[in-house]
């Protein structure tokens, strides 16, 4: 076979390498066209300037009026602060009154000293426990139904800034006022209520409060039974202890009387 000329392809290289030179051309024409067109961040970014001028306006009342809602918040929290700083002051001067020896004589000045911070600052912490120490000045004085209403208010707002400790304090102290005042029934649910807080220190008194409440009430035998719950309940410490085991020693049959009146209520 007779070999190939190089003079006999050299016609299809020169054809492939001018269609390679036009392709390069085509591609480069492509490009060219393609960066003519409008780049798609400016387009957007002129788009954005475009609608803020249109709508200035309305982009400054909504900055003005953010700045005022935050310049409200501020100063309303600021206020809020003085008041209960307030509040505290007011509550430390009265209760300096409650623990001065001549305790008897500056009862009156107390009381209404307390009433009007409970008045003037209702919303405070503070009026919680000022709540809670006319409680207790009503309670002392006799005034068992003013305690109770006094220990009750006391009692909803500590249920809402969740303190445990002083939410078990005032709830026995609502059992106290309801058994003082010869609600032993709803004395008896305040007690029941108490046994169920996290507080156990709280549970030997509870006890006391529904043993006591039973007696008064001619139910000896339920009285039996809650103080040997009682005893048998590992939380009640040892001062509890030794004063229901006194209860129970008087409760025993051959001592127990027909129409008994019942001890007064030992609040501590």
Excluded at 31 to 38: D, V
Excluded at 69 to 98: D, F, N, P
Excluded at 152 to 164: E, I, N, V
């Amino acid at each position: 076979m007779a070999p190939v000329s190089s003079k006999a392809i050299e016609p299809s290289t020169r054809v492939s390498r001018r269609h390679e030179r036009e392709s390069g051309v085509a591609e480069q024409r492509l490009s060219r066209k393609e960066i003519r067109q409008p780049d798609q961040f400016i387009s957007f970014s002129v788009q954005i300037i475009d609608w803020t001028k249109a709508h200035t306006r309305y982009l400054i009342y909504s900055a003005l009026g953010i700045l005022v809602v935050a310049a409200l918040l501020t100063g309303w929290s600021a206020w809020q602060k003085h008041r209960e700083q307030q509040a505290e002051i007011a509550l430390y001067e009265a209760t300096k009154l409650i623990n001065v020896s001549t305790r008897t004589t500056n009862r009156s000045q107390a009381i209404e000293q307390l009433q009007k911070l409970v008045s003037d600052y209702k919303s405070t912490p503070a009026a919680a426990l000022a709540y809670w120490h006319l409680g207790h000045l009503y309670f002392e004085g006799g005034e068992y139904t003013a305690a109770l209403t006094a220990y009750k208010q006391a009692q909803q707002r500590f249920t809402k800034t969740s303190l445990p400790l002083m939410l078990a304090l005032v709830a026995l102290d609502v059992g106290y006022a309801q058994e003082a005042s010869s609600s032993c029934d709803q004395a008896i649910t305040s007690f029941e209520a108490v046994l169920q807080l996290p507080t156990h220190w709280s549970r030997g008194e509870a006890y006391l409060g529904i043993g006591r409440c039973h007696e008064s009430t001619g139910a000896p035998h339920k009285a039996v039974a809650i103080y040997q719950r009682a005893l048998s309940d590992g939380e009640v410490n040892e001062v509890t202890r030794q004063a229901i085991s006194e209860h129970l020693a008087f409760l025993q049959p051959h001592t127990q009387e027909p129409g008994q009146e019942a001890h007064p209520p030992n609040k501590p």
